[in-house]
């Protein structure tokens, strides 16, 4: 993981970088917000932000990576111990609030936390987005399909076809169906377009393509 600390203490900033990068981060520092604007474009995948600095207000540079990143996590630092400072903190955003001074170990427990949190939302979002029959899988938001761990090439309707039929599994679907939940219901009628990309999807999908099924004088399935 990339860390970004900004803190115009240089002491504070040294002990943090040695401190993170015996943890194996990769670290970026900065003392102001000049060097701070510039480390962005190096891509962090968190920031570390003093709010006193000797040329932007904390509060500035924490809209403007927000603003670029929503997503971004950042913790911030302050040798504020005002309750309304944090509070204000935690209100725009900020995943942490820690005051200095402040002891390395319980920093790197907040950054643990913070990890542990996204890591939880990757695999949610991951789990949502992973559609898988037999040894086919669907990437729904990059629209990829693999078979056999090999990626294949889908047009957009034949990734929307498969997408249902995996979704629906063992449910029959006649072909206007299929036509107005894939093609859209200006193609009623045309059922042989229906036919024609089946034909198309079981080829791509070699051995795989046997499951997808013709119930005769109805349309398909895909057979589990």
């Known amino acids: 993981m990339k860390v970004l600390v900004i803190d115009d ?36 995948d968190m920031i570390l932000l003093d709010l006193m600095l000797p040329d932007k207000d904390g509060y500035e540079l924490f809209g403007i990576f927000r603003k670029q990143d929503a997503h971004i996590p950042i913790i911030m630092l302050t040798a504020k111990s005002q309750i309304n400072d944090k509070l204000l903190g935690l209100q725009i955003g900020a995943d942490d609030y820690i005051t200095k001074p402040f002891h390395s170990t319980e920093l790197l427990l907040r950054m643990k936390a913070i990890e542990r949190r996204i890591l939880a939302r990757s695999l949610t979002k991951t789990a949502e987005n992973l559609l898988q029959f037999r040894s086919i899988r669907l990437y ?59 034909q198309r999807l079981r080829k791509k999908l070699g051995a795989n393509g046997n499951d997808i099924k013709t119930i005769y004088g109805v349309g398909y399935k895909l057979e589990e």
């Open 9 to 44: 203490e240089l002491s504070i900033l040294n002990l943090i970088r040695l401190t993170l990068e015996l943890e194996n981060y990769s670290v970026l520092t900065a003392s102001n917000g000049k060097e701070a604007l510039r480390h962005w474009e190096e891509k962090p």
């Open 140 to 198: 729904s938001a990059e629209r990829k399909a693999f078979v056999n761990n090999e990626e294949i090439s889908l047009t957009y309707r034949e990734f929307d076809l498969l997408r249902l039929f995996i979704i629906n599994k063992q449910r029959v679907f006649t072909r206007d169906e299929l036509l107005t939940k894939v093609w859209g219901i200006e193609y009623i009628g045309h059922s042989r377009a229906v036919d024609i990309m089946i």
